[in-house]
């Protein structure tokens, strides 16, 4: 079972990235994906939520900005993230999850600065 997690970098504030998270060796579309985020000396906290039905949940820090999102054919789930701001600045895990199954990524690095 492999995720992989791409997309990270370097954005001004109110900038924009697409977060990608390519899943490999698991029934994608049977999985709830989380992306969930790591910042320098803060425990992981979860960001949004999308559902085997498709549906949407989002913590408070990304009501209105962030969007996620899954494409079932092609393995993939999204995280399309809008008006970034400086503390949005850490690394990006997506985590698959069925039953007591579940895996993560390996993070990617977002950075907000101008």
């Known amino acids: 079972v ?4 791409s997309g990270g970098g370097l954005v001004q504030p109110g900038g924009s990235l697409r977060l990608s998270c390519a899943a490999a060796g698991i029934s994608f579309s049977t999985y709830v994906i989380t992306w969930h985020r790591q ?3 803060k425990q992981r906290e979860l960001v949004a939520t999308i559902t085997t039905d498709g549906n949407t ?3 408070d820090s990304a009501k209105g900005r962030f969007t996620i999102s899954r494409d079932n054919a092609k393995n993939t789930a999204y995280l399309q993230m809008n008006s970034l701001k ?3 600045t ?3 895990y997506c985590n698959a999850k069925k ?3 579940t895996y993560w990524g390996q993070g990617t690095q977002v950075t907000v600065s101008s």
């Open 39 to 41: 910042a320098p000396g």
């Open 57 to 59: 949940d989002y913590t």
């Open 90 to 92: 850490a690394v990006y």
């Open 99 to 101: 039953f007591q199954l």
């Open 2 to 5: 492999q995720l992989v997690e």
């Open 86 to 88: 400086p503390e949005d």
